[in-house]
């Protein structure tokens, strides 16, 4: 199941406008043009899944003018996230991935959230598996201005926030 709820009344970029055929995000803000502020897709829990979240997502952030650093740390942090679902969530390897993102002001925030096992208080180091080490939620934390996580025996929700220096002056 996919699902992609943007805001009632605005245009999502799914459907050609001639009034905005062939411009660049940059130019659609500054022209007024309206895009969508909200994204959400559900996904089942798995490696390949999740890079089809994280393409999706790079699609949506094509909308807003953003430099490629921050695009850069936003894809990044959030497949980090993602990866930990896919990996970590599920030891039974069935679940769903929700991803929302939204912007508001000059900010774009980014939420991970599954409902698998959650992230132990001590994760412990298994010799040999590359995921078991924590270095993506390091990543994360260095990546974002701001990144909470909530995490128990329903699940894990990462939240990550950027504040990109080209959305502080464009409204």
């Not at 009632?8 to 001639?18: I, L, Y």
């Not at 769903?96 to 939204?102: E, G, S």
């Not at 991970?112 to 994360?140: E, F, K, M, N």
């Not at 926030?161 to 464009?170: C, E, F, H, Q, Y």
């Amino acid at each position: 199941m996919y699902r992609h709820t943007p805001e009632t009344g605005v245009d999502t970029g799914e459907s050609p406008d001639a009034d905005q055929a062939g411009t660049t995000a940059t130019e659609r803000f500054a022209t007024g043009a309206v895009v969508a502020s909200t994204f959400e897709e559900l996904a089942p829990a798995l490696p390949n899944e999740m890079a089809g979240l994280r393409r999706k997502l790079i699609h949506w952030l094509g909308d807003f003018p953003l430099d490629p650093d921050s695009k850069h740390d936003i894809t990044l942090a959030t497949y980090e996230a993602l990866a930990n679902v896919a990996a970590h969530a599920y030891p039974d390897g069935h679940g769903w991935a929700r991803l929302q993102a939204f912007r508001a002001d000059d900010a774009i925030t980014v939420t991970v959230t599954d409902t698998g096992c959650g992230i132990p208080a001590t994760r412990p180091r298994v010799a040999g598996l590359r995921t078991s080490g924590g270095r993506g939620l390091r990543l994360i934390d260095q990546v974002t201005d701001q990144s909470d996580i909530d995490t128990g025996a329903k699940g894990t929700t990462v939240r990550m926030t950027w504040r990109p220096p080209a959305l502080r002056g464009s409204g």
